[in-house]
Nanobody, 116 residues
Framework: VQLQASGGGLVQAGGSLRLSCAAS????????MGWYRQAPGKQRELVAT???????NYAGSVKGRFTISRDNAKNTVYLQMNSLRPEDTAVYHC???????????WGQGTQVTVSS
């Protein structure tokens, strides 16, 4: 199974983007799905995660601006990003952890660039 992310791009500060990430196989079940990001010269950091039951965790820097959601039937996770800032510029990677596994899997990443 693979994760396919889409929706990145270039946007001005204050703008919005919506990221999507779909698992290639809908028969799998994922305990946790989410998004991480990595800016140039920085470590990968958590953006937001959501459990199959709907429990959500946000990084403090995005709380109130980003909204994570998922469609369990489609094994797809979304990230609605509003009020984007230049510091949100990064490669955004989707993440998914299958039930019963200790290691998650990563998507290929999608570039988000916010201009000032």
């Amino acid at each position: 199974v693979q994760l396919q992310a889409s929706g990145g791009g270039l946007v001005q500060a204050g703008g919005s983007l919506r990221l999507s990430c779909a698992a290639s196989r809908t028969s799998d079940r994922f305990n946790v799905m989410g998004w991480y990001r990595q800016a140039p010269g920085k470590q990968r950091e958590l953006v937001a995660t959501i459990s199959e039951g709907g429990n959500i965790n946000y990084a403090g820097s995005v709380k109130g601006r980003f909204t994570i959601s998922r469609d369990n039937a489609k094994n797809t996770v979304y990230l609605q990003m509003n009020s984007l800032r230049p510091e949100d510029t990064a490669v955004y990677h989707c993440y998914a952890l299958r039930w019963g596994r200790s290691n998650g899997m990563w998507g290929q990443g999608t570039q988000v660039t916010v201009s000032s």
